[in-house]
């Protein structure tokens, strides 16, 4: 079956799931993977929304993280502060599963403004639940597709921390999650280099080659001595991403 | 014990020029036909406050009615961004707007911190992020038994707290729910408080996972079928997804954006 590199993306990202763990879902694309997860080989995923919904089990995909499908389909529903207070600052969901507007090296992510605070070129959303689940999730896995817009040298507003400058600053900041463990992209993989914490390809799309990933990031991209090419998505895997997206 | 009066009437007698004003609602229940009443009865100097302002704050903003945001989280939720909004921030259109930029976690601890009657919230986070650098109410805090560095956040008090919910019964004892976001907290941290329901009726019938907000903490009560329309009201109606896409159009353009406020508000801008 042939596929885009949207749905290469977003299979790529659903594969880094593991059945039986939690994971806090950002709407989009993280949204789209984790439910594709669910429907393939981790059935036992825990979704958790920011509305306050735990271990939603949507049949279609929801537009917005309190729609009410996803209350119907919940273990059970929190109020916000429990959300927040409970549930994700003591570290007991395992994955945080972010999108973002811009990346830099160090996996910190910007999603509230371009250009100056005060005088901003492009004001963004905001920050929402995003610092608290960088924070204190056990690892986070990144989900965005790979510009030099989007990867930049540095982040121009730190919303949401990866590594701050480097190794060190997460345990500097009583930060008690892991960080960034995937940037999952259109192209390929981004992992942190296990010494520097900067983040390194380590994983092509077929089809895909290191000069589109140096192409299409801001900074000057390290590839990983182990560089590999990851699988295409199977039949089966393209069958559920779309029968959820025409479901939605 | 509330009163019972028209969504007019709690908009003119609750909420006047200059307060600070809280419309919350996590995409469910959110107070939409209370956020028109204020735009007709045009109010301004307003500081609105809201963990995730999104279309029916986008108008308020648009329509003039406020000079200051508190929020964490300002978009159209799955379609894009507040373009009002964002010509307000980034143009000064049709008035300047102050922003003050928290995260969730932040917003929700002050709404507690305020419901609970403490002058500010702990919680770990903001650390390492540029927020507390903008942002004057976030501060660093020692833990008087370990020594620990948090951040702090003050307690949110606002002047009028507005929230929508299914039921009340004819003493204004309100019943609501499905996702229940923030909304007891904010009538319980608001010095004024209006809730606008889906209908009144004699006697409030047991719901899984309800929860009900006593008459006497509440200031007012506003029947407003559909009150929350275009998003839901969990086991009355669905969320309009295609009202949320279609607004992205119309927020876009001032132009669009006036004669929406003419046709479907019946003022100017």
Known sequence: MSYTSDEMMTVAAARELRDGTACFVGIGLPSTAANLARRTHAPGLVLVYESGTLGAKPERLPLSIGDGELAETADTVVSVPEVFNYWVQPGRIDVGFLGAAQIDRFGNINTTVIGGYDDPKVRLPGAGGAPEIAAHCGEVFVVVRQSPRTFVDRVEFVTSVGFGSGPGDRERFGLRGAGPRFVITDIGVLEPDPETCELTLTRLHPGSTVEQAREATGWDLRVSPDLRTGEAPTDAELAALRALKAAG | ?269
């Not at chain 2, 989280?73 to 921030?89: Q, Y």
């Not at chain 2, 329901?197 to 004699?202: A, K, L, Q």
């Not at chain 2, 409030?204 to 006593?214: Q, S």
């Open chain 2, 1 to 269: 014990m509330a009163e019972i009066v028209s969504l007019d009437e709690a908009v003119g007698e609750l909420i006047h020029d200059g307060d600070e004003v809280a419309l919350e609602g996590f995409t469910h229940l959110i107070p939409v036909a209370a956020g028109h009443e204020i735009i007709r009865q045009g109010r301004r100097g307003l500081t609105l406050v809201r963990m995730t302002p999104d279309i029916v704050y986008d108008q308020l903003i648009g329509a003039g009615c406020a000079r200051k945001l508190v929020f964490s989280w300002g978009g159209n939720p799955g379609v894009g961004s507040l373009h009002r909004f964002r010509d307000a921030v980034q143009n000064s259109w049709p008035v300047p707007l102050e922003i003050e930029e928290h995260s969730h976690a932040g917003m929700a601890n002050r709404y507690v911190a305020g419901a609970s009657g403490l002058p500010f919230a702990v919680l770990r986070g903001y650390r390492g992020t540029d927020l507390p650098a903008h942002t004057a109410n976030i501060k660093p805090i020692t833990c008087p038994f370990t020594g620990e560095e948090l951040t702090a956040v003050p307690a949110l008090n606002p002047d009028v707290g507005v929230v929508h919910a299914q039921r009340a019964d004819r003493r204004g004892n309100v019943q609501l729910w499905g996702i229940p976001g923030i909304q007891k907290e904010v009538v319980l941290a608001s010095k004024r408080s209006l809730v606008t329901v889906e209908e009144i009726v004699d006697e409030l019938e047991e719901r899984p996972g309800a929860i009900t907000i006593p008459s006497w903490v509440i200031t007012k009560v506003a029947e407003a079928p559909g009150g929350a329309r275009p998003s839901y009201a969990h086991g009355y109606y669905e969320r309009d997804n295609d009202a949320y896409r279609a607004w992205d159009a119309v927020g876009r353009d001032r132009e669009r954006f006036r004669s929406w406020l003419t046709t479907e508000m019946g003022v100017g801008a």
